[in-house]
């Protein structure tokens, strides 16, 4: 399957098992329009189809990774579209169909690395949060930020934010809006690791290639479990564990992980 972007606002390559996508608007900081909303969703709903890709990787064009909304867009908006009714429609519609992608990182079974270098603001944040692990370069820098356009949080950051932080960080980085650094993220729990930035795309690179040569089949359930559990009742939780195992064990990367153990050797995973 060939997985391409429905416009410019988005690129997307698949190589080597790795899908990396790519947010292309430079010049607007990647900030989200409905182009890039569209373009996101449709795209995270092929790569969570198509299972010869094992690994999303997500990031920014030029020195940034997503400086939130199009705000230019809004203001425009919002003096096109005076009537109260009309303007909340428009807003549904434009975050609904973000909320598209939201889904879609979420429910794909291919583990999501999130390569953050500069602005991570508002809808960056959210996008960043739903990524399953996020290397960031020393000089990257956030802000949920939707306090200061007078709205609340879109994309998912209301659900994944006191799951990562707690609820009293949460309220703080949500309520108050300010700007903190990559080290301070880490602190936090919202990124995995920071590196220096000449680093990144190399330290990136390497983390896709273990996910890639990893079994498929045991992330994309422990992923599952992961992202069910806070949800889940312990009885339930026990139960989604042993049909999730029960099923890996019918794979032959199971039979590959045991028979590598036993012989005390590397496995090779094929993904099957």
């Known amino acids: 399957m060939t997985i391409t972007s429905p416009n410019d606002s988005m690129l997307v390559e698949v190589q080597d098992g790795v899908a990396n996508v790519v947010f292309n608007r430079p010049d607007s900081l990647n900030a989200l329009d409905e182009d890039l909303a569209d373009a996101l969703g449709a795209i ?15 990031s920014g064009a030029g020195n940034h990774f997503m400086a939130g909304g199009d705000i230019k867009t809004f203001g425009e908006k919002l003096d096109e579209t005076p009537d109260r009714t009309a303007r909340r429609h428009y807003f549904e519609n434009l975050i609904n169909t ?9 429910e794909m079974p291919q583990p999501i690395i999130g390569k953050v270098r500069g602005a991570a ?20 820098f956030f802000t949920l930020a939707y306090c200061h356009l007078g709205t609340s949080p879109d994309g998912g950051s209301t659900f994944f934010l006191p799951r990562a932080t707690g609820m009293k960080r949460a309220m703080e980085i949500a309520l108050l809006g300010d700007r903190f650094d990559a080290a301070t993220a880490e602190r936090w729990g919202l990124v995995n690791r920071v590196v220096a930035g000449d680093e990144l795309d190399a330290e990136v690179d390497k983390l896709a290639a273990r996910l890639t040569a990893g079994p498929a089949r ?10 069910q559990s806070l949800n889940n009742t312990l009885s339930t939780q026990l139960d989604a564990e042993t049909q999730g195992f029960a099923e890996c064990a019918t794979t032959d990367d199971f039979a590959e992980g045991v028979g590598a153990f036993v012989s005390k050797r590397k496995p090779e995973f094929k993904g099957n």
């Open 121 to 140: 603001a508002g809808a960056g944040v959210s996008v960043m949060l739903t990524c399953d692990l996020v290397l960031a370069s020393e000089d990257a």
């Open 98 to 106: 973000f909320h598209v992608a939201t889904t879609n990182m979420r």
């Open 218 to 227: 045991a992330y994309a359930n422990t992923k599952a479990l992961l992202n």
């Open 44 to 58: 995270t709903g092929a790569i969570r189809a198509d299972q010869s890709i094992r690994c999303m990787v997500l």
